[in-house]
């Protein structure tokens, strides 16, 4: 589960004198903790206070667990008492409500289990009087630790197994709470996580991850809620890889995937000795040795997803290793004539902070008649027998490195202005799909033909476009493989498309939006990367709406474009009972909602910079240079690092001239979408003119919000009168600037300037 920080120090007293030498040792005693019957308490009115939480032991015992390690981490209690917990900001309170009912807790509880390294065994020491029990707690320890790992692949959560190995007092601690009404909770500080506060709950068994579910989280106490980049802090990284990939031919033509890896793990604070990485549980470890050293001492349990490395000691900050792994597993499968690629960046160790940036230097040996992409400048390509050798290198450093392979042909396009483009595509693949998918009757995926020139032209002429609108693309070529999965994944230089849009183009303009938005994330995403979780509507709304962008421009006319960000409100209105704000980023996703990331994210993002753009538009002229400015500028300030949701509006600000938080809290922070009934009459006036009344009532939304609404009215020969409405609060009656004749019609909210419900009634 995600956690992070706390302000607590252990004394010195409780430390153990060593880290661990045996992480299976280790993992052993803490999944076998139990109660020391000579390690009992009566409780009376005790008062535990963690940040936001408070735990108030009316009665009951409360047993220390056996050490693990050396050391005590851990304690059990049951009784009566209550649990109180008070989110820090606004939007965690308003979420906790959508699951709890109430923006803040206050519940009977009737147990806990605690696993701390924090001041936790100290302040208990010195609250109570230890004496000897009689036990009886059944098994509330081991049901805790069920919510907190996997046996079957002996992992643990790693920030409180690296605390135990490591012999740390970092101040992390967990609750697991027993509540006399409803499943229980946990609370845990974590300091390895910026937003170390977290409170959580297994979500139903119908719901869409049985991992425990984040009510909330947020920092703690005396730490900033805004302006730190990253989502972890204190954790190992690896900064520079030297991979050598071995892709060969097996029994069924399927492809056999091994590696040899040179990774340098660092960090920017001191770590270790133990350190944890990710790698896709099917790869197993062959071999691991430091360099220029003797063997390595790792651990991976079976089908883990975590890899545990023991280093020589404890690195200082900015110190480093350089370890040799060898790894072989079952990373790709084979459907139909494509390779399926199981985890797309899995496939080598990466650091717990995910969005890390690292060097990549890959070589890639595989059979002759495949072809292969990379990320990264192709340095050299050989063929030697029946074995392709290509070596690839990043010029810089980047977050994610993917490659693809399979039975291609290369269509390579290159033109003045942007990188050479080559198109990866497996004919006989999709067409083979196609006749299956039209098998089963989904006739809207007949094959259109010359899909390669199609794809190709989307793909060069998008790229020239966001050239022109944000500035040089990033990368020196540009690669796009055809891929079996129903989705498009981006990374430096290179995308995955569906086999889908080799397949046809759509007449909605989906095909052209997906390709775009996929060419998009160079700029969005790769090039300007987003600070935390909060801002990943920075990459995938901003990708979104080039893509939009694009269509727009691309078929010069408004009903492509506008009528996609009509389905999109559709959709979003669809679900307007479940809502999230965009900044909860991943997190809108839940038990409740499963697919609002998308729809948060993805469309009401693309919504809100449609909604700049036309608020940025010069009416009279069309002209939208202040809104191209924006992004260019921003786009240059911020390329090769990282951006925030804070960093943006301050752009946005200085393009617009005024303060725009009002915006921001409203359609990034807020979740309200407004309602217009709009009511209209035109009466003449003086001089042979009329005049244009509106009434619009507000509705859906708090009291103070407003929004400039654009209202064209529709005179003879053609011509129209273009103006902008502000509208805030319940009731807005304004009257329009006279016309020189009587209007044929109103139209409010033109080009669709507002994600609003529009209903126009009489007046």
């Given at each position: 589960m995600k956690n992070v920080v706390a302000l607590l120090v252990l004394p010195t007293a409780l430390v153990a004198q060593s880290p661990s030498?045996?992480?299976?040792?280790?993992?052993?005693?803490?999944?076998?903790?139990?109660?020391?019957?000579?390690?009992?308490?009566q409780v009376t009115n005790l008062v535990l206070t963690r940040d936001a939480a408070r735990f108030s032991l009316t009665n009951g015992v409360l047993?220390?667990?056996?050490?693990?390690?050396?050391?005590?981490?851990?304690?059990?209690?049951?009784?009566?008492?209550?649990?109180?917990?008070?989110?820090?900001?606004?939007?965690?309170?308003?979420?906790?409500?959508?699951?709890?009912?109430?923006?803040?807790?206050?519940v009977?509880?009737?147990?806990?289990?605690?696993?701390?390294?924090?001041?936790?065994a100290a302040e208990l020491e010195s609250k109570l009087r230890f004496s000897q029990g009689e036990g009886g707690l059944g098994n509330r320890v081991r049901d805790a630790l069920n919510y907190l790992g996997d046996e079957d692949s002996k992992t643990i959560d790693p920030d409180l197994m690296g605390q135990i190995l490591n012999a740390d007092s970092s101040g992390f601690f967990y609750a697991h709470i027993e509540r006399d009404q409803g499943g229980p909770l946990m609370f845990a500080i974590n300091p390895f996580e910026?937003?170390?506060?977290?409170?959580?709950?297994?979500?139903?068994?119908?719901?869409?991850?049985?991992?425990?579910?984040?009510?909330?989280?947020?920092?703690?106490?005396?730490t900033p809620l805004f302006g730190i980049a990253g989502d972890r802090r204190r954790t190992a990284t690896i900064n520079d890889y030297k991979i050598d990939v071995t892709l060969a031919t097996q029994g069924g033509a399927g492809i056999a995937f091994s590696a040899a890896a040179n990774v340098t793990i660092t960090s920017d604070s001191g770590v270790g000795p133990w350190v944890a990485f990710t790698l896709f549980p099917k790869l197993v470890i062959d071999s691991a040795r430091w360099a220029g050293a003797g063997p390595a001492t790792v651990f991976r349990g079976k089908e883990a997803g975590l890899l545990w490395i023991m280093l020589d000691k404890r690195l200082a900050p900015g110190e480093t290793r350089t370890l040799i792994l060898g790894y072989h597993g079952a990373l790709i499968d084979r459907y139909g004539d494509f390779f399926y690629i199981l985890d797309e960046i899995g496939w080598y160790p990466r650091s717990l902070a995910g969005r890390s940036k690292a060097t990549f230097d890959l070589t890639f040996h595989a059979p002759s008649h495949y072809l292969l992409a990379s990320v990264g400048n192709r340095i050299s390509a050989s063929v030697e027998g029946r074995v392709s050798t290509t070596h690839w290198v990043t010029p810089e450093p980047i977050r994610n490195a993917a490659f693809n392979l399979g039975l291609f042909d290369d269509y390579r396009i290159e033109q003045p202005g942007?990188?050479?483009?080559?198109?990866?595509?497996?004919?006989?693949?999709?067409?083979?799909?196609?006749?299956?998918?039209?098998?089963?009757?989904?006739?809207?995926?007949?094959?259109?033909?010359?899909?390669?020139?199609?794809?190709?032209?989307?793909?060069?002429?998008?790229?020239?476009?966001?050239?022109?609108?944000?500035?040089?693309?990033?990368?020196?070529?540009?690669?796009?493989?055809?891929?079996?999965?129903?989705?498009?994944?981006?990374?430096?230089?290179?995308?995955?498309?569906s086999w889908t849009t080799f397949q046809l183009t759509d007449q909605k303009g989906q095909d052209e939006v997906f390709r775009a938005h996929e060419v998009a994330h160079q700029w969005?995403?790769?090039?300007?990367?987003?600070?935390?979780?909060?801002?990943?509507?920075?990459?995938?709304?901003?990708?979104?709406?080039?893509?939009?962008?694009y269509l727009h421009t691309a078929r010069r006319d408004n009903d492509s474009y506008l009528g996609l960000l009509r389905r999109y409100r559709r959709e979003i209105l669809e679900r307007r009972e479940e809502p999230s704000p965009i900044w909860l980023g991943y997190r809108a996703s839940s038990s409740k909602d499963p697919a609002a990331y998308g729809r948060l994210i993805y469309q009401k993002g693309a919504w809100v910079l449609h909604m700049l753009r036309i608020m940025m538009l010069d009416l009279g002229t069309a002209k939208e240079d202040k809104f191209t400015q924006m992004l260019e500028d921003f786009y240059a300030t911020y390329r090769g690092g990282h951006a925030s949701t804070e960093d943006f509006q301050q752009v946005v600000e200085s393009h617009r001239g005024a303060p725009m938080d009002w915006f921001f809290n409203q359609w990034v922070y807020g979740t309200g979408i407004p309602t217009y009934r709009v009511a209209y009459k035109t009466e003449p006036a003086e001089g042979g003119q009329y005049r244009v009344r509106l009434r619009i009532e507000q509705q859906n939304v708090p009291p103070d919000f407003q929004m400039p609404v654009p209202v064209s009215v529709e005179l003879a020969d053609k011509r129209w009168g273009r103006y902008r409405v502000n509208v805030r609060g319940p009731l807005?009656?304004?009257?329009?600037?006279?016309v020189p004749s009587q209007p044929k019609s109103v139209k409010f909210n033109d080009l669709e300037a507002v994600l609003a419900d529009v209903k126009m009634v009489d007046w």
């Amino acid at each position: 589960m995600k956690n992070v920080v706390a302000l607590l120090v252990l004394p010195t007293a409780l430390v153990a004198q060593s880290p661990s030498t045996s992480y299976e040792q280790t993992y052993r005693e803490l999944m076998n903790l139990v109660a020391r019957e000579d390690r009992a308490a009566q409780v009376t009115n005790l008062v535990l206070t963690r940040d936001a939480a408070r735990f108030s032991l009316t009665n009951g015992v409360l047993y220390l667990l056996r050490p693990v390690n050396g050391r005590t981490v851990g304690a059990v209690w049951k009784g009566a008492g209550a649990f109180t917990f008070v989110p820090r900001t606004q939007i965690e309170r308003d979420r906790l409500a959508r699951f709890e009912h109430t923006p803040t807790l206050d519940v009977a509880i009737t147990g806990l289990v605690l696993f701390f390294s924090d001041r936790t065994a100290a302040e208990l020491e010195s609250k109570l009087r230890f004496s000897q029990g009689e036990g009886g707690l059944g098994n509330r320890v081991r049901d805790a630790l069920n919510y907190l790992g996997d046996e079957d692949s002996k992992t643990i959560d790693p920030d409180l197994m690296g605390q135990i190995l490591n012999a740390d007092s970092s101040g992390f601690f967990y609750a697991h709470i027993e509540r006399d009404q409803g499943g229980p909770l946990m609370f845990a500080i974590n300091p390895f996580e910026v937003e170390g506060v977290t409170l959580a709950k297994r979500a139903p068994r119908t719901a869409w991850t049985r991992e425990p579910e984040v009510l909330c989280q947020f920092p703690p106490r005396q730490t900033p809620l805004f302006g730190i980049a990253g989502d972890r802090r204190r954790t190992a990284t690896i900064n520079d890889y030297k991979i050598d990939v071995t892709l060969a031919t097996q029994g069924g033509a399927g492809i056999a995937f091994s590696a040899a890896a040179n990774v340098t793990i660092t960090s920017d604070s001191g770590v270790g000795p133990w350190v944890a990485f990710t790698l896709f549980p099917k790869l197993v470890i062959d071999s691991a040795r430091w360099a220029g050293a003797g063997p390595a001492t790792v651990f991976r349990g079976k089908e883990a997803g975590l890899l545990w490395i023991m280093l020589d000691k404890r690195l200082a900050p900015g110190e480093t290793r350089t370890l040799i792994l060898g790894y072989h597993g079952a990373l790709i499968d084979r459907y139909g004539d494509f390779f399926y690629i199981l985890d797309e960046i899995g496939w080598y160790p990466r650091s717990l902070a995910g969005r890390s940036k690292a060097t990549f230097d890959l070589t890639f040996h595989a059979p002759s008649h495949y072809l292969l992409a990379s990320v990264g400048n192709r340095i050299s390509a050989s063929v030697e027998g029946r074995v392709s050798t290509t070596h690839w290198v990043t010029p810089e450093p980047i977050r994610n490195a993917a490659f693809n392979l399979g039975l291609f042909d290369d269509y390579r396009i290159e033109q003045p202005g942007v990188p050479p483009v080559t198109v990866m595509i497996n004919e006989d693949a999709h067409a083979a799909m196609g006749k299956m998918f039209l098998q089963e009757g989904a006739t809207e995926l007949l094959p259109q033909r010359h899909m390669k020139e199609t794809v190709g032209n989307d793909l060069v002429q998008s790229l020239k476009f966001f050239r022109h609108v944000y500035g040089p693309p990033p990368v020196e070529e540009f690669y796009a493989t055809e891929t079996p999965y129903p989705i498009g994944l981006a990374f430096p230089g290179l995308v995955h498309l569906s086999w889908t849009t080799f397949q046809l183009t759509d007449q909605k303009g989906q095909d052209e939006v997906f390709r775009a938005h996929e060419v998009a994330h160079q700029w969005w995403g790769i090039s300007v990367d987003f600070a935390t979780y909060h801002d990943q509507w920075l990459s995938e709304a901003f990708a979104e709406f080039s893509g939009l962008w694009y269509l727009h421009t691309a078929r010069r006319d408004n009903d492509s474009y506008l009528g996609l960000l009509r389905r999109y409100r559709r959709e979003i209105l669809e679900r307007r009972e479940e809502p999230s704000p965009i900044w909860l980023g991943y997190r809108a996703s839940s038990s409740k909602d499963p697919a609002a990331y998308g729809r948060l994210i993805y469309q009401k993002g693309a919504w809100v910079l449609h909604m700049l753009r036309i608020m940025m538009l010069d009416l009279g002229t069309a002209k939208e240079d202040k809104f191209t400015q924006m992004l260019e500028d921003f786009y240059a300030t911020y390329r090769g690092g990282h951006a925030s949701t804070e960093d943006f509006q301050q752009v946005v600000e200085s393009h617009r001239g005024a303060p725009m938080d009002w915006f921001f809290n409203q359609w990034v922070y807020g979740t309200g979408i407004p309602t217009y009934r709009v009511a209209y009459k035109t009466e003449p006036a003086e001089g042979g003119q009329y005049r244009v009344r509106l009434r619009i009532e507000q509705q859906n939304v708090p009291p103070d919000f407003q929004m400039p609404v654009p209202v064209s009215v529709e005179l003879a020969d053609k011509r129209w009168g273009r103006y902008r409405v502000n509208v805030r609060g319940p009731l807005t009656e304004v009257a329009l600037p006279l016309v020189p004749s009587q209007p044929k019609s109103v139209k409010f909210n033109d080009l669709e300037a507002v994600l609003a419900d529009v209903k126009m009634v009489d007046w």
